[in-house]
């Protein structure tokens, strides 16, 4: 039986809403480790709005989804499957994945795409206690000189970007607040 | 048009025409652009009220990117009053409402059809280019499973050859739009049919997406990607232009169209960015034929 709270938290006009968190999104992805305002979408805990507002942007049947650790509830699974319709699956399947940073490992699972198409990488959705604009130091696309952001584990973001232009790419997610890093940008 | 038929459209499309699913696919596929700068992502490309070769693709990018709050400005060869321009402009006024303009200024997001616009766009701008065919090796190797190949495995000698064949043949590369760069060192990318003037712009503050329908792709330059035009030591890459300034507004920096104007030979030069040369009019520079009425 579906809890009725599976049924709420949607967008309220999906088009136009989904149209700004995609901008959101879209900035954050543009502008590595700049911490951008994302809402819309309010999913069951332990979801935060940021990243409940990321999967009703982002997931559609056309996307297996994973779920780690804490965020694989029966609450969750509910409501993403009423909300986006993606399909449920393990790390290695994955196009999206969501949870906390120790919940995700080993990173190493998730697809980093082909040399023929790089773009068939996996997207971390990673739930974070804090995002600052302090800690590691970024370069490359999306950056005039350098960025500052705190990653969790900088060696595994450096290792993700030394196998540029294969890797995964991740979001970052804290209440209604997110940031990118995609496997282009150098950390140090 | 009356507030009953705005209201009547506005109820018959979804917003920014495409359906939400659509939008999604869309939209993951610039993201994963975002990402591998310069590498052409396949994306589902849809039917558009429009034949292809009219902006379809830059038509779905703009689609899947605009938000109600953004201003939006469409040029076509760095004119906002072609028929192309005019008719995406009214098409996104109708089906997402959203406020036009022709200014670079004022606009937020900004499709465009082979030019990139003169003034220096910023951090909060969208570029979206119309590109007809995104692969810059086509036209040296047809096929599509062995350019993806070359793409994977960084042969692009092909390229070099071309150009240094132009270079024995013309004694300068011939190439003057769609001249190919090379992104962060990786990727080389077709920039679209801008003219290669417009090729040091490439390195900007906005964010810059591609969309190619009929070819199904869509991909993108983050803001300050490293955008390299590739040339030889003794032959550098040339921006060159028409040596002259504008015949309208007196501008000396900016790309100029040669415009006929009798049978006799006569020619004048313009800016082709008819909103710069507007704005500068506007601002009291005046060019050798730029008498206002």
Redesign the interface.
Known sequence: MMASDALTGGFADAPTEAARAFRAAMNAMAFPGRIQPITGGQGPAPLSPAAATLLLTLCDPETPLYLAGAHDTQAVRDWVTFHTGAPLVGASEAMFAVGGWEALQPVSAFAIGTSDYPDRAATLIVESAALEQAGSTLTGPGIKETATFSLPEPEVFAANAARFPLGWDAYFTCGDRLAALPRSTKVS | MTTQTAEATQSAY???YLD??T???I???????????G?Q??FASREMPMPYGWGTGGVQVSA??????DCFKVIDQGADDTTNAVSIRKFFERTAQVETTTHTAEATVIQTRHRIPEEPLR?DQVLVYQVPIPEPLRFLEPSEVET??MH??EEYGLMHVKLYEDIARHGAISTAYAYPVKV?G??VMDPSPIPKFDNPKLEM?A?QLFGAGREQRIY???????VVSLDFEDHPFDPSKAEHPCDLCGAEDSYLDEVITDDAGSRMFVCSDTDYCLARRDAGHEGAQGARG
């Open positions: 979804n917003f920014a939400e699913q939008k999604r696919m939209r993951r596929a610039i993201l994963k652009g975002l990402a591998v700068p590498y992502v396949p899947a990117t605009l938000t109600p709050e951090e993806r190949k994977a495995l962060e990786r990727y503050a964010i993108a330059l983050p803001p300050y990607t490293q």
